[in-house]
């Protein structure tokens, strides 16, 4: 994704002039003011006591954002540990909210992230966090209940991963080269302890989940299920270049697979090893004649 229309274009296709009428609560204006003090509402970052005088309270911490989904993202009770194969599936508790909204969905994650990254507000880099850790890759039945929605949402992510990592300028111009996922110096990433850790685990347990959904529909997948995989594989093939690799681990396989009572022994279960010319597995010491 290199095309900055076409990345643009994917970071803000959802964002019409009705939803920001609704989210910022001004209507009938020709431009919509964002600040960076601006807050999400129900989410004051100002003891009550310093927020008696409503404009008072504006000044010092902004204007609130209406977010339609907070509420529902707040409710939602997910391990801080992503990878984890027992944490639930979060589509029952979102579609009922999302219906006929599909477009305020991506709208919402689209805007969080502008705002946060371009004006460095803090109430939507949080926001942005939780809207992907806990919905987007969260809902795996999305994928085959709103497909459409779903592969919208992941392309929406990538988009956002590589502008961050491309166009965003890093907090710290230290030079070194980065083998390990996208460049975390960058103030997306410093606004969650561990963001990279909790995003990569995210990603390799939904890739896990949606292939398993995928495959098993066999003939019966539509073309937009289709489009769901198409989107995963882009972002996935993105990340590989910067050293993510979404597979399993043979470890995590195994933790999965004894979480699913399976009493098969540890040493029987299927490994992949290279081999070398000599049929000889690589990494082993071998002892031979000359």
């Given at each position: 994704?290199?095309?900055?229309?076409?990345?643009?274009?994917?970071?803000?296709?959802?964002?019409?002039?009705?939803?920001?009428?609704?989210?910022?609560?001004?209507?009938?204006?020709?431009?919509?003011?964002?600040?960076?003090?601006?807050?999400?509402?129900?989410?004051?970052?100002?003891?009550?006591c310093l927020a008696t005088a409503s404009e008072t309270y504006r000044a010092l911490v902004g204007n609130e954002l209406h977010f339609?989904?907070?509420?529902?993202?707040?409710?939602?009770?997910?391990?801080?540990?992503?990878?984890?194969?027992?944490?639930?599936?979060?589509?029952?508790?979102?579609?009922?909210?999302?219906?006929?909204?599909?477009?305020?969905?991506?709208?919402?994650?689209?805007?969080?992230?502008?705002?946060?990254?371009?004006?460095?507000?803090?109430?939507?880099?949080?926001?942005?966090?939780?809207?992907?850790?806990?919905?987007?890759?969260?809902?795996?039945?999305?994928?085959?209940?709103?497909?459409?929605?779903?592969?919208?949402?992941?392309?929406?992510?990538?988009?956002?991963?590589?502008?961050?990592?491309?166009?965003?300028?890093?907090?710290?111009?230290?030079?070194?080269?980065n083998s390990d996922g996208p460049s975390g110096d960058r103030l997306l990433f410093h606004s969650l302890p561990h963001s990279k850790?909790?995003?990569?685990?995210?990603?390799?347990?939904?890739?896990?989940?949606?292939?398993?959904?995928?495959?098993?529909?066999g003939n019966r997948i539509t073309p937009e299920q289709k489009e769901v995989g198409y989107a995963l594989d882009d972002l996935e093939?993105?990340?590989?270049?910067?050293?993510?690799?979404?597979?399993?681990?043979?470890?995590?396989?195994?933790?999965?697979?004894?979480?699913?009572?399976?009493?098969?022994?540890?040493?029987?279960?299927?490994?992949?090893?290279?081999?070398?010319?000599?049929?000889?597995?690589?990494?082993?010491?071998?002892?031979?004649?000359?």
């Amino acid at each position: 994704m290199t095309d900055t229309a076409a990345m643009w274009h994917q970071l803000t296709d959802a964002i019409t002039a009705p939803f920001l009428d609704r989210i910022t609560g001004k209507k009938g204006v020709t431009e919509w003011l964002v600040d960076s003090m601006d807050s999400v509402r129900g989410d004051s970052r100002l003891p009550s006591c310093l927020a008696t005088a409503s404009e008072t309270y504006r000044a010092l911490v902004g204007n609130e954002l209406h977010f339609a989904f907070s509420e529902a993202i707040q409710d939602l009770r997910i391990l801080a540990d992503t990878s984890r194969s027992s944490d639930p599936d979060t589509t029952s508790r979102v579609l009922p909210l999302w219906e006929g909204k599909e477009a305020d969905v991506v709208a919402e994650l689209q805007f969080v992230f502008i705002t946060g990254t371009h004006l460095g507000n803090t109430a939507c880099l949080e926001y942005w966090w939780k809207f992907v850790l806990k919905i987007v890759l969260h809902a795996f039945k999305l994928a085959l209940q709103r497909p459409t929605l779903s592969s919208w949402l992941l392309r929406t992510l990538h988009a956002q991963l590589a502008y961050t990592n491309n166009n965003v300028e890093p907090l710290q111009q230290d030079g070194s080269a980065n083998s390990d996922g996208p460049s975390g110096d960058r103030l997306l990433f410093h606004s969650l302890p561990h963001s990279k850790k909790l995003l990569h685990s995210a990603l390799v347990e939904y890739k896990s989940r949606i292939n398993t959904l995928l495959v098993d529909l066999g003939n019966r997948i539509t073309p937009e299920q289709k489009e769901v995989g198409y989107a995963l594989d882009d972002l996935e093939a993105w990340l590989w270049r910067f050293g993510w690799d979404l597979r399993k681990t043979t470890a995590e396989r195994r933790m999965v697979w004894n979480n699913n009572d399976d009493e098969e022994e540890e040493d029987d279960l299927p490994v992949i090893v290279d081999i070398d010319e000599d049929g000889r597995e690589v990494g082993l010491v071998s002892f031979h004649r000359d």
